[in-house]
């Protein structure tokens, strides 16, 4: 891949670009097994799985830059300037001909764009996510509710001009600090969720939801951990999953089915009422697939009289901590670990001698860079001391 950013040095966010993609692919595999030597061997790997190399985001997430009526989109240089890259190649194409379409509308929406060094302006970033229906949700970040009447007014201009548009919300991050977002999100559409087909179930994204970048590889991600929690044999076959860190229920909403109960668990509550939705939606019996509120490092506490077959974790990039050795003396027989950084996966693995890797995947999530996803299938070698392990039973 080419990009004219990248060959006029205005943009250098892809560290890997201009590398032949084969080449990276293998340059990534062989990175992530040698720091994943010591738990994983090397006949566990399976081959990569990946994506298109080129306009695969399904998520801008734009820093605002430049004046009142030229506002630029992208990334800010040293000095805190704006540097426009609404064209990047690596959106996904019916992202990127929206963004063009925005960045114009909010050009001519009087919106001031927030001048870093200065500490002055209101309008800070624009998120844009498109749907693999071609459904977008956008949002944009202020410093103050003071300009939330002009976004009021820009309203049906949008609407008009990418008709295909399901969520508008306004964000307020009132600091002077590198994140994102706040906490405080106002939506302006009757819509609260944009819906994410995957493998064909409908994820619901709220605004400040999490969701893969890389939708082809993110519904790989979800084929693989179907497939692999089946087991080897009959006896492997899981009545009961734990989905922790579950999210919006990509991973639970895969595995629900089959007889299981199934049980996802997450910190975020909009997260867990999408889930919920997109249960209802499938029939689930709620009895059997069910969602809850609650800290994923708390739920495998001594106490709990059943222990689930599987385990699902999907963590952060820190990884799952204290949360290890709960797994490690819980007689949980398997765990599904889907990782987004090889170095505290391989921590996370070394504070689990009892479970042994099967198998492994890497799953090219972000291509042009050296960013990683793994998917990794533990079982357990032995039972731990002095555990009385049970089978089936309610989760909860």
Not at 9 to 21: A, E, F, I, K, N
Not at 52 to 62: D, G, I, Q, T, V
Not at 228 to 245: F, M, Q
């Amino acid at each position: 891949m080419r990009c004219d950013y990248y060959d006029a040095g205005v943009c250098r966010s892809c560290s890997l670009m201009g590398v032949p993609y084969p080449r990276q692919l293998a340059d990534k595999q062989a990175a992530v097994a040698r720091l994943l030597a010591g738990p994983v061997p090397a006949r566990a790997w399976v081959e990569p799985f990946h994506g298109p190399e080129r306009a695969f985001r399904n998520k801008a997430k734009l820093v605002v830059g430049g004046r009142k009526g030229e506002p630029t989109f992208g990334i800010l240089d040293g000095e805190g300037r704006g540097v426009d890259l609404r064209r990047c190649g690596l959106h996904e194409p019916g992202l990127r001909e929206a963004l063009l379409v925005l960045a114009d509308l909010v050009a001519a929406s009087g919106l001031t764009p927030y001048d870093v060094p200065r500490r002055q302006g209101e309008l800070k970033h624009l998120v844009v996510t498109r749907s693999p229906d071609d459904e977008l949700m956008v949002r944009l970040v202020l410093r103050s509710p003071g300009q939330l009447r002009r976004v009021h007014e820009l309203l049906p201009e949008l609407l008009t001009a990418l008709p295909t548009t399901r969520v508008v919300s306004v964000n307020l991050q009132p600091e002077h600090k590198a994140v994102l977002e706040g906490a405080e999100e106002v939506v302006l559409t009757a819509d609260d969720t944009l819906p994410m087909r995957v493998n064909g179930i409908r994820l619901h994204l709220r605004p400040q939801s999490f969701f893969q970048t890389n939708t082809p590889v993110a519904a790989g991600l979800y084929r693989q951990a179907r497939d692999w929690a089946r087991g080897e044999d009959a006896d492997e076959e899981p009545r009961s999953v734990v989905d922790l860190y579950c999210g919006v229920g990509g991973f639970a909403l895969h595995l629900a089915g089959e007889g299981r109960e199934v049980l996802g668990v997450e910190s975020a509550p909009e997260a867990v009422r999408s889930a919920r939705t997109s249960a209802d939606e499938l029939g689930l019996d709620p009895a059997r697939v069910g969602f809850e509120t609650g800290d994923a490092t708390a739920y495998l506490q001594e106490g709990r009289t059943t222990v689930p077959d599987l385990v699902v974790v999907n963590p952060p990039r820190r990884g799952i901590g204290p949360l290890a050795a709960q797994l490690e003396a819980s007689g949980v027989r398997r765990v599904l670990y889907s990782s987004c950084n090889a170095r505290t996966l391989a921590d996370d693995l070394a504070a689990m001698p009892s479970m042994q890797v099967r198998r492994a995947r890497l799953f090219d999530m972000f291509p042009q860079t050296r960013h990683h996803e793994v998917l990794v299938d533990l079982v357990r070698r032995r039972a731990p001391a002095g555990r009385d392990r049970r089978r089936g039973g309610a989760l909860t």
